[in-house]
């Protein structure tokens, strides 16, 4: 069993709706846990993190953790074409862990 | 501008030759760490290291070595290429205390012939 598990999709949304994207994990050690956005043909960056259970809020992001059921997701509002790209969980204890990646298309 | 630089974007190479991906940051950073990553299987983390001549095996360290003679730079080895061993080969670093943002480079393409 993978330590991480992230559906790939692909999923593909109209302008202006909602992106909800999740992970899974096993690894009860991880505190820290991270969305990255990766663009077609470039590095993953980091969009946001979160310690330990909770809700995060950046603009028109919002991460949750919910460590009890080993569960975190990522809310994207209003979203835009700019916003296509693939997003990757990670999770934190020594090292890092990431997911498979989601491949969001935001449809003008 | 803070970076994470890897020496090729493209490489091909032949089977059974052995291969060396470079990669340099300029942040100070304790923690580097290379990962490939292929599709449907996300980022899977093949060693890291967190000192200059310290190194752990991640997920799927066989066929490869690495090593970490200086702080700033961190080489993948490929000791004899297979071809599945063709994926995208992507470098991280990131401070020691939390590991909360990674830097990447821009990848590395290797396709094995």
């Known amino acids: 069993q993978k330590e991480v598990e992230q559906d790939p999709g692909p999923l593909s949304v109209p302008e202006g709706a909602i992106v909800s994207l999740n992970c899974t994990y096993s690894n009860s050690a991880f505190q820290y846990f991270m969305w990255y956005r990766q663009y077609s043909r470039k590095g993953p960056e980091l969009l946001m993190y979160t310690y330990s259970s909770g809700n995060k809020e950046d603009g028109r992001f919002t991460a949750q953790v919910d460590k009890s059921s080993k569960y975190i997701s990522l809310f994207i509002r209003d979203s835009q074409p700019s916003d296509s790209a693939t997003y990757l969980c990670a999770m934190s204890d020594y090292k890092l862990s990431f997911g498979a990646g989601t491949t969001v298309t935001v449809r003008a | ?113």
């Open chain 2, 1 to 113: 501008d803070v970076k994470v630089t890897q020496s090729s974007r493209y490489l091909v190479k032949r089977t059974g030759e052995k291969v060396f991906l470079e990669c340099v940051q300029d942040m100070d950073h304790e923690n580097m760490f290379w990962y490939r990553q292929d599709p449907g299987l996300g980022l899977r983390l093949i060693y890291f290291s967190y000192d200059v001549k310290m190194k752990e095996k991640g997920d799927i360290p066989e066929g490869y070595s690495v090593s970490r003679e200086k702080k700033e730079r961190f080489s993948l080895i490929l000791e004899s290429a297979s071809t599945n061993q063709t994926s995208m080969y992507l470098c991280a670093s990131s401070d020691r205390g939390t590991n909360t943002e990674a830097f990447f480079g821009q990848g590395t393409r290797l396709t094995v012939v």
